[in-house]
């Protein structure tokens, strides 16, 4: 529950700084952002796996690069799901944004969680 709790505080603050860098990414607040981290949580948990089994051949073919369009799609779900509340104009921007949240999450996770963890 603790891990949980850390990956959705986590994604609140990458979500809310993507949300200052994009223009075509909005959110109405910071707790937009948190509803949103949570809603995109739950749907990685359950959506995810069954777009990851539907696509295996084509993300095998591409080493693994097509996970960023399934991040995308979750990310452009839990838009849809938020509303007025969360916008994000354009597939490429979801794109552009699941790869740039990939990134910093795994950043975060190893240089920062992972070493508190060890203590």
């Known amino acids: 529950m603790l891990n ?9 603050v990458l979500l809310v700084a993507i949300d200052g860098y994009f223009d075509s990414i909005r959110f109405s607040g910071i707790g937009a952002a948190f509803i949103a981290s949570m809603i995109l949580a739950i749907l990685n948990a359950v959506v995810r796996p069954i777009l990851i089994l539907l696509t295996l051949p084509v993300t095998i073919l591409t080493l693994g690069l097509f996970l960023f369009v399934i991040n995308a799609i979750t990310l452009k779900m839990t838009a849809a799901l938020m509303g007025d509340a969360f916008e994000i104009n354009g597939f490429g921007t979801a794109l552009l944004a699941s790869i740039v949240l990939s990134f910093f999450h795994l950043l975060i996770q190893k240089a920062i969680i992972e070493p508190l963890r060890q203590k």
């Open 4 to 12: 949980w709790l850390i990956g959705v505080f986590v994604n609140t």
